[in-house]
Structure formats: C-alpha cells, structure tokens
T-cell receptor
Framework: GAVVSQHPSWVICKSGTSVKIECRSLDFQATTMFWYRQFPKQSLMLMATSNEGSKATYEQGVEKDKFLINHASLTLSTLTVTSAHPEDSSFYIC???????????FGSGTRLTVV | GQQLNQSPQSMFIQEGEDVSMNCTSS?????WLWYKQEPGEGPVLLIALYKAGELTSNGRLTAQFGITRKDSFLNISASIPSDVGIYFC?????????FGAGTRLTVKP
C-alpha cells in the first residue's frame, strides 16, 4: 500500500532556531500534501495544503512566513518551522494524496519540542 | 473552517463489549473516513465511505455514511484490549479534510 515516510520522528531544538520536517511518498506520487498539527489530547488541525509545484494554501491563523512549506516534487514535501518558540512545540503530521489515495496516507508524525 | 462534532469524547469499556461513536457536521461531505491513532503515531485509516447510506465493515468494525451526508458512525463489536486508542472521524470534500476531536477508547481486560 501507499506509504509516507516522515522524518525526523522527534526533534528538540533551541528557541529561535529553525527545524525542517520532511515527508516522502515512497510508492506513489503525492500531488497534494496536507500538513497538520496536533496538541496533546486534541484533534488534528489542518495547517496548510500544498500542491506540487505551487504555493501552499494556509489555513486561517497559520503564519505562512513561520511555517514554510515546500512541495517541489511529487514525492517530497517539507515543512520548516522558522524561529521556533516553545509554543510551537507540538506533533506535526503530513498526509500525502494522489488520485488513487486522495488524502488517505499519513506520515508517522514528528514530535517537536522547543526549549 | 468546517467543524465536526464527534462523540463521545471518551469511553471506558470492558473487554467484549460493543462500542459506538459518531460524527456530525453542519456541512456536507463527499467522503467520510475513520482513523485510529496510537500514542506518538500518525492516524491509520480504518474505513473509508464514499456514498451516502453506505455501510462498510472491516473485521469487527462497521461504519456508515449518513443519508444526509452530514454524519457517520463507527461501531466496534466484541472489543479487545488492542482496540485502545483514539478514533477520529474525518470528512472530506474535494481538497479539504476536517477531523473530529476524537474518541479516546479504553478497554479493560
């Protein structure tokens, strides 16, 4: 089945630094990648939707200059948290979609802790 | 954005009991999805529903897509300890996907 590989699975960074999270679709072409954030004991909140080769569409309240999304190829999308602060600490999950498995395949998530 | 109302928020049940949870929305969705998430992992798709009125089973799991396209339920029969986790419903409409708040299931042996 379709697999999305997400790395790193966890990261600890200092406040003010930037962190990049990668999601790769291993056996399908993800024309669309969704990025979610999940706080403890809460549901997944959609941050942005990116289509390969075009700019990401951000949800209301999500700062596009802080959460940089790149989807330059059909198999790779990245989320960079710039100038991270402790309040950015969260669980970030990507989900890759294509015509065959639209929005169905999630990465395993990245636990970000900003200290 | 659109919000899904998922209930109950949590359930504590005895092994062997049946479980039922549901989601409602103020908006119509073309697809309803049910996921299970275990700690520190991404959600895993359990059942996908594509047509209003559709009833689909996956082992001990059964889910239905409501006729109005604004609701869905998930049933788990004869629960076992490994059913423990958080279950999320999700509604999908074209390039938009929204999640319910989740139902935390605890199964006591």
């Amino acid at each position: 089945g379709a697999v999305v590989s997400q790395h790193p699975s966890w990261v600890i960074c200092k406040s003010g630094t930037s962190v990049k999270i990668e999601c790769r679709s291993l056996d399908f072409q993800a024309t669309t990648m969704f990025w979610y954030r999940q706080f403890p004991k809460q549901s997944l909140m959609l941050m942005a939707t990116s289509n390969e080769g075009s700019k990401a569409t951000y949800e209301q309240g999500v700062e596009k200059d802080k959460f940089l999304i790149n989807h330059a190829s059909l198999t790779l999308s990245t989320l960079t948290v710039t100038s991270a602060h402790p309040e950015d600490s969260s669980f970030y999950i990507c989900s890759g979609g294509s015509e065959l498995n639209y929005g169905y395949t999630f990465g395993s998530g990245t636990r970000l802790t900003v200290v | 954005g659109q919000q899904l109302n998922q209930s109950p928020q949590s359930m504590f049940i005895q092994e062997g009991e049946d479980v039922s949870m549901n989601c409602t929305s103020s908006s119509i969705f073309n697809t309803w999805l049910w996921y299970k998430q275990e700690p520190g992992e991404g959600p895993v798709l359990l059942i996908a529903l594509y047509k209003a009125g559709e009833l689909t089973s996956n082992g001990r799991l059964t889910a239905q897509f409501g006729i109005t396209r604004k609701d869905s339920f998930l049933n788990i029969s004869a629960s076992i300890p490994s059913d423990v986790g958080i279950y999320f419903c999700a509604g999908q409409d074209n390039n938009d996907m929204r999640f319910g708040a989740g139902t935390r299931l605890t199964v006591k042996p």
